[in-house]
T-cell receptor, first 112, second 114 residues
């Protein structure tokens, strides 16, 4: 069975700080990996996804993530966060079952 | 505009009173699913549907029913709601069940069961 672990439940940063949110998954086969963002009071939106090819994936709003197969990781990064990045971030994995599994989410607060 | 809609957005009900939350998508997607979101637990899948008349249980199906009579609609039914079903519910759809397909989420339905 597949599973996802997000290490940081709450992250507080100042504007312009760099961001890295950890995501590790467990699944022995080919996976598709996703990062979703949920702004306060809104639904989930896709930030980026890894399907195949280049393990460094660039998404919207300056976010990127790197798939490191040997570490079963798909960490989300942004070099300089803004106040508007305050949101909840979810990592998700989709393996052989085609049913996606979501992590518990990381709440990011960026203060001016 | 391509979207997933849910109704109602907010609902307060009492234990045992049957309710239905509707979900509709206008993208001709085959795959639809329901999630509940609870603090500290992230999103957990309740039910999913691969296509019309094809539904299956997700991780937390107890207390819920679904139906998929038409491709665009995937209602979530709570026959006898209980307080532990107080949650935020999201419907999602994707073009197919293929692993790389992006899921599109509805705006959410916040349910309070007293």
């Amino acid at each position: 069975a597949q599973s996802v672990s997000q290490h940081n439940h709450h992250v507080i940063l100042s504007e312009a700080a760099s961001l890295e949110l950890g995501c590790n998954y467990s699944y022995g086969g080919t996976v598709n990996l996703f990062w979703y963002v949920q702004y306060p009071g809104q639904h989930l939106q896709l930030l980026l996804k890894y399907f195949s090819g280049d393990p460094l994936v660039k998404g919207i709003k300056g976010f990127e993530a790197e798939f490191i197969k040997s570490k079963f990781s798909f960490n989300l990064r942004k070099p300089s966060v803004q106040w508007s990045d305050t949101a909840e971030y979810f990592c998700a994995v989709r393996g052989g079952s085609y049913i996606p599994t979501f992590g518990r989410g990381t709440s990011l607060i960026v203060h001016p | 505009e391509a979207q997933v809609t849910q109704n109602p957005r907010y609902l307060i009900t009492v234990t045992g009173k049957k309710l239905t939350v509707t979900c509709s998508q206008n993208m001709n997607h085959e795959y639809m699913s329901w999630y509940r979101q609870d603090p500290g637990l992230g999103l957990r899948q309740i039910y999913y549907s691969m296509n019309v008349e094809v539904t299956d249980k997700g991780d937390v199906p107890e207390g819920y029913k679904v139906s998929r009579k038409e491709k665009r609609n995937f209602p979530l039914i709570l026959e006898s709601p209980s307080p532990n079903q107080t949650s935020l519910y999201f419907c999602a759809s994707s073009l197919s069940r293929q692993g790389g397909e992006t899921q599109y989420f509805g705006p959410g339905t916040r349910l309070l069961v007293l």
